[in-house]
């Protein structure tokens, strides 16, 4: 079982570095990791935030366990050189259309939610995201305009990219509640037309699943109001990176939010991933071991699941983690005060009880 280390930049390899110990940890047999640069590092090493070698070593793992980019430092570069060019190009080269992003509400956080504790505790949700497509892929520049220069993007979608989206949304729904909400903004975009009426077509293929349809402003204000009645989120690229950091505030932090980024392509194990924790490099947080390494020991968590078909040892670092939360072990970002490395110890402490 390979697996491929991106850390990146910023809190990336605080939280990667905690994700590792616990795979350690879990001392599968016959891993093997390999580590590269992506990001703002490897733009400083290489001249270019994602060099070939790092598409080659993500392209012969089975999965890839990814930090996360950015870095204030590389503001100025032309955008080809921004870190941020780097997970796009990830996603894209390595053909992951599907994100899924599970939010769900744990034990011990209720009071610690911007929302009420009954709406807190009964958020159990799964956006999603389409990860190839929309305004971050499109066509994008600058021009003069009569009101000086204008920066312009192209949002589309075509049906095929819906379609395959759309499936793995449902199946991904009938695998959990049943329930479906497919997230655009049909009343004004076309890309939200298409997105719509393709949808509504994939669905005959799952009469099982309950369908309905919101636009994305009315669906940020429901996720406040009353987000217990969210089950499955299916939506496009910008609108899902959007909500889905709403989400986790919702749950309590952002530092909780685990990630799947899927394709077609199988291993021998399951599905070939890419998992990396919702958010960015926090350069605000980084290297003062304030960072929350719950969401990256998730994102591990559903790589074992996806990528590497080990279901029970990704159940064990759920729990492990249900424990530390429950436990009152919480970094900055819950109000409390443990670092990084005392989080990963308790989830180490917390493996060694459960089987
Ligand atoms: N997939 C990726 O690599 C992503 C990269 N970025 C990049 O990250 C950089 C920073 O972007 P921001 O908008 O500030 O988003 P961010 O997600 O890095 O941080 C937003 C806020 O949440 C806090 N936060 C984030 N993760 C945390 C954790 N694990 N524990 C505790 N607090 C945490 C940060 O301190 C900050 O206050 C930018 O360069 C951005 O482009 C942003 C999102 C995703
Ligand atoms: C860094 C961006 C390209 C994407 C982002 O914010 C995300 O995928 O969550
Ligand atoms: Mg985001």
């Known amino acids: 079982m390979k697996i491929a280390v991106l850390p990146g930049d910023g809190i990336g390899p605080e939280v990667t570095r905690a994700a590792l110990r616990v795979l350690d940890a879990l001392a599968l047999p016959g891993l093997v990791l390999f580590e590269g640069d992506v990001g703002g590092i490897a733009y400083k090493r290489h001249g270019h935030p994602l060099p070939q070698e790092t598409i080659d070593m993500a392209r012969a793992a089975d999965a890839v366990l990814f930090g996360a980019v950015g870095d204030p430092a590389c503001d100025d570069l032309p955008r080809e050189h921004r870190p941020e060019q780097a997970i796009l190009g990830l996603r894209s080269e390595l053909g992951l259309f599907a994100n899924l992003r599970p939010a769900a509400g744990w034990p011990g956080l209720e009071d610690l939610s911007p929302l009420k504790p009954q709406l807190a505790r009964g958020i159990d949700l799964l956006v999603v995201r389409e990860l190839n497509g929309d305004v971050y892929f499109g066509a994008k520049g600058e021009r003069d305009s009569d009101g000086g220069?204008?920066?312009?993007?192209?949002?589309?979608?075509?049906?095929a990219e819906v379609r395959r989206i759309a499936h793995a949304g449902f199946r991904a729904a009938q695998s959990r509640r049943k329930r479906l909400t497919s997230v655009d903004k049909a009343n004004v975009l076309e890309t939200s037309?298409?997105?719509?009426?393709t949808v509504i077509a994939v669905a005959a293929d799952y009469p099982d699943v309950e369908l309905d349809h919101m636009y994305v402003d009315n669906a940020a204000m429901q996720l406040v109001k009353s987000p217990g009645q969210f089950d499955v989120i299916l939506t496009g690229n910008l609108f899902g990176d959007i909500l889905s950091d709403q989400a986790s505030a919702c749950v309590g932090s952002i530092g909780l939010l685990p990630s799947a980024s899927l394709g077609e392509r199988k291993t021998e194990y399951g599905t070939f991933g890419l998992y990396e924790p919702i958010?960015?490099?926090?350069?605000?947080?980084?290297?003062?071991?304030?960072?929350?390494?719950?969401?990256?020991?998730?994102?591990?968590?559903?790589?074992?699941r996806h990528s590497l078909g080990r279901e029970a040892d990704a159940g064990r670092v759920e729990r492990a983690v249900a424990q530390v939360l429950a436990d009152g072990v919480h970094g900055a970002d819950l109000g409390g005060s443990a670092s990084t490395e005392t989080i990963a110890e308790a989830v180490l402490k917390a493996l060694e009880t459960i089987s």
């Open 279 to 304: 958010h960015g490099s926090a350069p605000d947080i980084a290297g003062q071991g304030k960072a929350n390494p719950l969401a990256a020991i998730l994102s591990l968590a559903m790589l074992l």
């Open 149 to 159: 220069r204008e920066g312009w993007d192209s949002m589309a979608y075509n049906e």
């Open 193 to 197: 037309r298409i997105w719509r009426e």
